[in-house]
């Protein structure tokens, strides 16, 4: 079985500041890694996710994630936050050759990102 | 491409009611999937569709649950006799299946409200 663990519920941050969300993961196989958002009332929009290949991964919006195998980590990170980034965010993965491709993820971060 | 779109949007029945939601995925899509995101968590995968075939099933969906993909578009989720502990968002998404794996497109979301 896989969980992932997304070890900040809320962060608050103030805008043009840095910020950075942790995701870790436990699979027993490879994963595929993804990081959705979530504004309120509405459904998931895909943020970025690795495959395979470099473990940097560029997303939409400025975003970016680096892929940690030997950490089983995959935190997202922004280098200077507009107040439109205000939403939750939810790291996910899917074991690479599991049947159906379904999601598992974590149970989200809170960003609130303050003038 | 529209996108993924769910009708209705919201739903408040009373207990013991029947409720049906709607998901229409995006055209070319042929895997379909539903999830249950709770107040404060993240999604959990319910059920998928490859074509019309359902084909697995989650141990959250109880017998009261049931899902239908007739002719390989549009789903319907319909759960009978409705709990308050069916209050959540009902999430539907659609891909296409590839080797490797496939991006899941979300909908906004159909929000469920048992009194």
């Known amino acids: 079985a896989q969980s992932v663990t997304q070890l900040d519920s809320q962060v608050p941050v103030f805008e043009e500041a840095p910020v950075e969300l942790r995701c870790n993961y436990s699979s027993s196989v490879s994963v595929y890694l993804f990081w959705y958002v979530q504004y309120p009332n509405q459904g998931l929009q895909l943020l970025l996710k690795y495959l395979s290949g470099s473990t940097l991964v560029k997303g939409i919006n400025g975003f970016e994630a680096e892929f940690n195998k030997s950490q089983t980590s995959f935190h997202l990170r922004k280098p200077s936050v507009h107040i439109s980034d205000t939403a939750e965010y939810f790291c996910?993965?899917?074991?690479?050759?599991?049947?159906?491709?379904?999601?598992?993820f974590g149970g989200g971060t809170r960003v609130l990102v303050k003038p | 491409d529209t996108g993924v779109s769910q009708n209705p949007r919201h739903k408040i029945t009373k207990r013991g009611q029947n409720v049906t939601f709607r998901c229409d995925p995006i055209?070319?899509?042929?895997?379909l999937y539903w999830y249950r995101q709770t107040l404060g968590q993240g999604p959990e995968f319910l059920t998928y569709f490859q074509n019309e075939a359902q084909l697995e099933k989650s141990r959250l969906l109880s017998d009261r649950f049931s899902a239908e993909r007739p002719k390989g578009s549009f789903s319907t989720l319909e759960i009978q006799r409705t709990e308050q502990g069916d209050s959540a968002m009902y999430l539907c998404?659609?891909?296409?299946?590839?080797?490797?794996?496939?991006?899941?497109?979300f909908g906004p979301g159909t929000r469920l409200t048992v009194l």
């Open positions: 998404a659609s891909s296409f299946s590839s080797p490797s794996t496939d991006t899941q497109y």
């Open positions: 996910a993965v899917i074991m690479i050759k599991a049947a159906g491709n379904k999601l598992t």
């Open positions: 055209s070319e899509h042929n895997r």
